[in-house]
């Protein structure tokens, strides 16, 4: 059976969907639909919500949840390459499709980006266009840029800490 419950954090309101025992979905929502309700909060959506919090607040820099996405198989090879883009760091489109051996698919992984399930908690905002530029998000452009930024912050401020601990 299906849970969703809705979250509201600093500059995200979203959902999150789990079923057997397994994340499925998170998807960006209104305010409205926020406070509309949910299903009762399950321990994993308990616990998803707060890695995503503590992410948020730069305290935590990798997600450790059962996933279950759905999509078809060229959509998952997609979905775990952009598992492994480091945090504070972004790849263009050509770079996930040359990883997955599929060189010219650029285009087809920017459809696979656009249909993640599960944004934030599998990068999909960390892939860029070739050119540097920021290209589409279903959370909004502007969502994208702030999770970068702060990515960008809080990388930086761990590469200050390693240097002054070393020195």
């Given at each position: 059976?299906?849970?969703?419950?809705?979250?509201?954090?600093?500059i995200i309101k979203f959902s999150?969907?789990?079923?057997?025992?397994?994340?499925?979905e998170?998807?960006?929502?209104t305010k409205e639909q926020v406070k509309n309700g949910a299903d009762e909060e399950t321990s994993l959506l308990r616990g998803a919500a707060l890695q995503i919090k503590?992410?948020?607040?730069?305290?935590?820099?990798?997600?450790?949840?059962?996933?279950?996405?759905?999509?078809?198989?060229?959509?998952?090879?997609?979905?775990?390459?952009?598992?492994?883009?480091?945090?504070?760091?972004?790849?263009?489109y050509k770079d996930i499709a040359n990883q997955?051996?599929?060189?010219?698919a650029y285009r087809a992984v920017g459809m696979a980006n656009n249909r993640n399930p599960l944004p934030i908690i599998i990068p999909c905002h960390r892939v860029i266009g070739h050119?540097?530029?920021?290209?589409g998000y279903g959370g909004g452009?502007?969502?994208k840029e702030q999770l970068l930024q702060l990515e960008q912050r809080f990388s930086l401020k761990q590469v200050a800490k390693d240097h002054a601990d070393t020195h």
């Open positions: 059976m299906k849970t969703t419950c809705y979250y509201d954090m600093s999150l969907s789990e079923e057997d025992g397994a994340l499925t998170l998807a960006f929502v503590q992410y948020l607040e730069g305290r935590r820099k990798e997600f450790f949840l059962p996933l279950n996405p759905q999509g078809t198989e060229f959509m998952r090879l997609v979905w775990q390459a952009l598992e492994t883009i480091p945090y504070g760091e972004t790849r263009s997955i051996g599929h060189h010219k050119n540097g530029s920021l290209v452009l502007a969502i």
